[in-house]
């Protein structure tokens, strides 16, 4: 049976994490180098201006390997933002995505926060579900070309003075 942990990032992760979404965006979606080269500058600027009591990132391992991610920065005093959230096709049906987005809500609460955002797509429609599961809302959403595609962008908030959901 293969056994899955949470960590913080250690060496080698950043370039994992961007690594990983330009190559899995494109098999999976048809998206070109423009989406890598947009998660690189985001990891480049959360690791640039990161707050360990503010911000947090997790990587999932399986079997001691990583297989999925997530960030948590900050937007604002009040406002935190998800981003980079991602797993690893071997790694999916294991909880994870949804221990990660469960992670991020628990750090935003206890770093005092009062909402998390995020940006995405209509298309990832597993990460929506993780979302909508989580208790976060979808607050606007239009039509954008980008990654070499056309697509539906979509913001999703979640109010942190709501109770935590069940799942």
Same mark, same amino acid.
Not at 60 to 73: C, H, I, K, R
Not at 80 to 88: E, F, G, M, N, Y
């Given at each position: 049976?293969?056994? !899955?942990?949470?960590?913080g990032?250690?060496?080698?992760?950043?370039?994992?994490?961007?690594?990983?979404?330009?190559?899995?965006?494109?098999?999976?979606?048809? !998206?070109?180098?423009?989406?890598?080269?947009?998660?690189?500058?985001?990891?480049?600027?959360?690791?640039?201006?990161?707050?360990?009591?503010?911000e947090?990132?997790?990587?999932?391992?399986?079997?001691?390997?990583?297989?999925?991610?997530?960030?948590?920065?900050?937007?604002?005093?009040?406002?935190?933002?998800?981003?980079?959230?991602?797993?690893?096709?071997?790694?999916?049906?294991?909880g994870?995505?949804?221990?990660?987005?469960?992670?991020?809500?628990l750090?935003?609460?206890?770093?005092?926060?009062?909402?998390?955002?995020? !940006?995405?797509?209509s298309?990832?429609?597993?990460?929506?579900?993780?979302?909508?599961?989580?208790?976060?809302?979808?607050?606007?959403?239009?039509?954008?070309?980008?990654?070499?595609?056309?697509?539906?962008?979509?913001? !999703?908030?979640?109010?942190?003075?709501?109770p935590?959901?069940?799942g």
């Amino acid at each position: 049976m293969s056994t !899955w942990r949470l960590r913080g990032l250690q060496p080698g992760d950043l370039g994992w994490v961007i690594s990983r979404h330009g190559a899995l965006y494109a098999a999976e979606y048809g !998206w070109d180098m423009s989406f890598e080269w947009m998660v690189a500058g985001i990891a480049a600027g959360i690791m640039e201006n990161f707050d360990p009591t503010r911000e947090a990132a997790w990587i999932a391992e399986l079997d001691g390997a990583p297989v999925a991610s997530v960030f948590l920065v900050r937007a604002s005093d009040e406002v935190a933002k998800l981003r980079l959230l991602i797993t690893d096709p071997a790694a999916r049906g294991h909880g994870i995505g949804a221990r990660l987005v469960r992670e991020c809500t628990l750090f935003a609460r206890a770093a005092g926060y009062r909402r998390i955002t995020l !940006w995405t797509h209509s298309i990832l429609t597993a990460a929506r579900k993780l979302y909508a599961a989580e208790g976060y809302r979808l607050v606007a959403s239009g039509p954008i070309r980008a990654f070499g595609v056309e697509l539906t962008e979509e913001t !999703w908030e979640l109010d942190l003075d709501v109770p935590l959901s069940a799942g």
